[in-house]
């Protein structure tokens, strides 16, 4: 299977590269011919006609499409001669060398029918600038000439040398040169020769050029010197050539010129150091240069023809015949190390660890030309007990470093690949003294300068002056920027400054005693309106008068000194026109303010010198209410409050559901009826110290000692009575109601009417022991007065009991009286009234119910009294 597949791909592989042959042979095997006219070599921006003829192709007999290329673009402007010939014509020739290809369009692509290559020239041009020069040991004369432009063709040019008659001496001719020899054997010494040029080619002949006459006297020049050697200084601002010539001479003088990269020659007069060496000073370091030297001397001849002013001297007058310049010669100087110091400066940020001084040094970069190479590091170095230094680096202008307090001064240096700067001393002592005052900082007429001026220090401290040091920090970023002056100085533009932007500009006098301490003045270069207003707020605010008081603008908003505050105000929804005051900037932001009645809107601008900017954050205030108004008010909602209290107290419905509110959100104690022995009757007549009256309806009876039973004996012996009140008042009962003794009695509500005393169980001999006792009464005082606030009778019934007993043992009934006084209430506000109404009391008579029916075990049934009217 795998040679079934290596077989396939070299079939395929076989197949194509037939193809290819084949179209090879096809494209690039000529099919014909090109002919052009006029035949090369051809006039440049002359028009031309080329024919392309098809010759090698087996239908001949077909009509072709045939297409001519001319440096690669489609000419077409054609004409068919006939099947197999096109011509193509075209109107310009513009290069002195073209490409014609002509091609035949078939199926696939186009075929190559022929090629041709053009030439295109131009007829020289007349010679001129013809000139003659030998020297004394030279066996031949040297003649050159301008040719004029480029012909892009051979040219040749004829040579004659004629006598004054134009009887001919000597003639040659030379190709595409500018120069030709001529020896002097042919020529004699004293005899003047002409000298004319012809030049000619296929596109024609040039004019004749002007004869050039000459005498072999007249053309003699100096010697050609050679440069021997080229060595550059140390600084490599210098050069120093060392030449030679063929003759010597006191009147020679040396001329350089030089070049880089083919540029064009820099005329550069030598300094003679002595005999053949020269000087060339403001040589570029690390650059590649090309020298050429040549001699010069005074010549007395004025008709000289080769001449030149001499201008290494004051006498113009004087001609000057300089030799030809010498072969080049190459060299590239080495690189520069610094010469000059650099700029320094230091700032203080405070004392470090340890108390070490915290210093940060900063320094101005070298200009490019004071240096070659590559800038390595810069070097800061001191001297304690030893020497220290340190190293930056060369991308930063600045160092920090933390110095010990007997640290004076520092040492700067810049370090290149070709030498280091001289080191600078930077004093970090202060002098004491004050820097010279800062004048007026005026604008300098444009937007990033300003002009900075100062006077002078004292004579006794300008001996010590050195220089002057100059800072300006922008504010709020701190931006600090700095440049050195000289002494001599007393104003300086500084540049570079934003519009808009405060500076703070610091003046500092460096002397041999130290620096002095500065004096400083704020400063913009240019201002602009305020980004935006302050911010106002109201402290106090009375009828027609407020104080206020406003936010001091941030320091990159206000892009200006300030110079007043204007603020803006009106009453709220009111129609008139705003009113608006102004205050001046002067360091207080509060101020009263007398303004209308009712709420204001109220807002704040601020102005500079370029005018004012936009109004500040609108508030809106209005007057605060006086005491006595507020006094006013309050009474007034109190008295309402309390007359709708009033009224709706004197409603019992509303009373009613406060008491049922209050008794279903409290405990049950709170309302509970507990007995109250304050006004317990017994304790009112014991206080007596009398025999009480025991016929006195109002007054509990004697009490017995209490025997406790259960419930079941107390229901046996004690049934529950019903009393009729209108049976009562009748005495009977009436028909249809219940009688005494029922099950059903009483008929009142259990809440409001019944009766939650139990009667005290006692015998009879005992009970009528107690009668005639009073030694127990202190011990059931409260007894009595228990049964009474437990009792609840109905409204208007009141339940007294006898002290004897009227019921015998074995009865089942009990009898009530003919009617029961419907009332409860209890006279007991005050005591002493009670007290005194006893007497009359205890004179109404007692009627007493005979009480039968009921079981008494020997104990003792309540006595039911009722008081009987007096009538």
């Known amino acids: 299977m795998n040679h079934l597949a290596t077989i396939f791909r070299c079939t395929i592989l076989v197949f194509f590269l037939q193809y290819l042959l084949t179209t090879f042979d096809h494209r690039f095997i000529p099919l014909g011919e090109l002919t052009v006219e006029p035949a090369s070599p051809v006039l440049l921006g002359s028009s031309l006609t080329i024919y392309c003829s098809i010759q090698k192709f087996q239908h001949l007999n077909e009509w072709f499409d045939i297409l001519l290329e001319l440096n690669g673009e489609t000419v077409n402007k054609w004409n068919r001669v006939n099947q197999t010939t096109m011509t193509f014509t075209v109107p310009s020739v513009r290069r002195p060398k073209s490409t014609a290809l002509c091609k035949l369009k078939t199926d696939r692509w186009p075929q190559v029918v022929g090629e041709l290559q053009i030439q295109a020239g131009l007829p020289p041009d007349r010679p001129k600038n013809i000139i003659c020069l030998t020297t004394r040991s030279s066996e031949a004369v040297n003649c050159s000439w301008s040719k004029g432009q480029q012909t892009h063709i051979t040219t040749y040019y004829n040579v004659t040398i004629s006598r004054s008659n134009w009887t001919q001496v000597h003639s040659d001719v030379i190709q595409d040169s500018g120069e030709v020899s001529i020896g002097k054997g042919l020529l004699d010494v004293?005899?003047?020769?002409?000298?004319?040029?012809?030049?000619?080619?296929?596109?024609?002949?040039?004019?004749?050029?002007?004869?050039?006459?000459?005498?072999l006297q007249d053309i003699v020049i100096p010697e050609t010197p050679k440069i021997t050697r080229v060595e550059f200084e140390r600084d490599s601002t210098a050069v120093m050539l060392l030449w030679k010539t063929?003759?010597?001479?006191?009147?020679?003088?040396?001329?350089?010129?030089?070049?880089?990269?083919?540029?064009?020659?820099?005329?550069?007069?030598?300094?003679?150091?002595?005999?053949?060496?020269?000087?060339?000073e403001n040589i570029r370091p690390l650059t590649e240069y090309e020298f050429q030297l040549k001699t010069c001397m005074i010549t007395l001849f004025v008709k000289h023809i080769y001449t030149t002013s001499c201008t290494n001297r004051t006498n113009t007058s004087e001609m000057c015949v300089c030799s030809r310049w010498s072969s080049s010669e190459w060299k590239t100087s080495p690189g520069k190390g610094p010469s000059q110091q650099l700029d320094v400066w230091r700032t203080f940020s405070g004392t470090g660890t340890n108390g070490r001084k915290e210093v940060t040094v900063l320094w101005k970069p070298l200009p490019a030309e004071a240096y070659s190479g590559e800038l390595q590091l810069y070097k800061i170095s001191w001297t304690t007990e030893q020497n220290q230094e340190v190293s930056c680096s060369p991308a930063v202008l600045q160092c920090s470093l933390q110095l010990s307090a007997e640290v004076q001064a520092l040492n700067i240096s810049a370090v290149t690949s070709c030498g280091m700067s001289p080191p600078v001393k930077l004093s970090l002592r202060l002098s004491g003294v004050t820097a010279p005052a800062l004048g007026d900082l005026t604008s300098a007429g444009n937007d990033d300068t300003i002009l900075v001026s100062w006077s002078q220090l004292e004579n006794k401290q300008q001996s010590e002056l050195l220089y002057y040091v100059i800072e300006w920090i922008s504010q709020p970023d701190a931006r600090l920027q700095w440049k050195k002056l000289d002494k001599d100085l007393q104003n300086t533009s500084i540049t570079g400054l934003t519009v808009g932007v405060r500076y703070k500009v610091y003046l500092y006098a460096v002397t041999t005693g130290g620096v002095s301490n500065p004096s400083s003045r704020l400063v913009y270069s240019n201002e602009k309106k305020p980004v935006s207003g302050p911010s106002?707020?109201?402290?106090?605010?009375?009828?027609?008068?407020?104080?206020?008081?406003?936010?001091?603008?941030?320091?990159?908003?206000?892009?200006?000194?300030?110079?007043?505050?204007?603020?803006?105000?009106?009453?709220?929804?009111?129609?008139?026109?705003?009113?608006?005051?102004?205050?001046?900037?002067?360091?207080?932001?509060?101020?009263?303010?007398?303004?209308?009645?009712?709420?204001?809107?109220?807002?704040?601008?601020?102005?500079?010198?370029?005018?004012?900017?936009p109004p500040g954050k609108r508030i809106s205030s209005q007057p605060a209410t006086s005491p006595v108004d507020l006094v006013i008010v309050l009474v007034f909602i109190i008295t309402v409050f309390i007359a709708i209290i009033a009224n709706l107290m004197c409603c019992s419905?509303?009373?009613?559901?406060?008491?049922?509110?209050?008794m279903s959100w409290g405990p049950s104690w709170l309302v509970e009826n507990m007995p109250k022995l304050g006004h317990s009757k017994a304790i009112q007549l014991l206080k007596l110290e009398s025999e009480p009256l025991y016929t006195s309806i109002q007054y509990d009876p004697p009490l017995s000692p209490i025997t406790v039973i259960s419930q079941d004996e107390s229901d046996q012996v004690y049934p529950m009575i019903q009393i009729d009140v209108s049976q009562t008042e009748s005495g009977g009962p009436t028909a249809g109601e219940p009688s005494v003794g029922s099950d059903t009695w009483p008929p009142f509500d259990s809440q409001q009417n019944h009766c939650s005393y139990k009667p005290q169980n006692a015998t009879l001999a005992h009970q009528e022991g107690l009668k005639n006792s009073s030694t127990n009464a202190d011990g059931l005082i409260g007894q009595s007065n228990i049964v009474e606030d437990f009792i609840d009778f109905p409204a208007g019934l009141s339940c007294d009991f006898h002290r004897e007993p009227v019921c015998a043992e074995g009865s089942k009934e009990n009898v009530l009286g003919d009617r029961v006084i419907q009332e409860r209430r209890l006279f007991e506000e005050e005591e002493e009234s009670a007290l005194n109404t006893v007497e009359t009391r205890t004179t109404n008579t007692m009627e007493t119910l005979d009480v039968s029916g009921i079981a008494l075990n020997g104990g003792y049934f309540p006595q039911v009294t009722f008081p009987v009217s007096k009538h």
């Open 190 to 215: 004293n005899t003047t020769y002409m000298l004319t040029i012809t030049g000619y080619n296929q596109l024609g002949e040039s004019a004749q050029s002007d004869p050039f006459p000459f005498c």
């Open 246 to 280: 063929a003759e010597f001479s006191e009147d020679l003088r040396p001329y350089i010129r030089l070049r880089t990269h083919n540029e064009t020659w820099l005329d550069a007069e030598g300094v003679g150091i002595h005999q053949n060496l020269t000087e060339v």
């Open 536 to 613: 106002v707020s109201v402290l106090v605010h009375v009828e027609r008068r407020m104080q206020i008081q406003w936010d001091e603008l941030p320091l990159e908003e206000r892009r200006g000194f300030i110079t007043h505050y204007t603020i803006y105000f009106h009453t709220l929804g009111s129609s008139s026109t705003e009113a608006k005051v102004s205050v001046p900037e002067s360091g207080q932001r509060k101020m009263w303010l007398d303004c209308p009645g009712g709420t204001l809107v109220l807002q704040m601008t601020a102005s500079n010198s370029a005018g004012e900017g």
């Open 653 to 662: 419905c509303v009373r009613k559901r406060i008491k049922q509110s209050c």
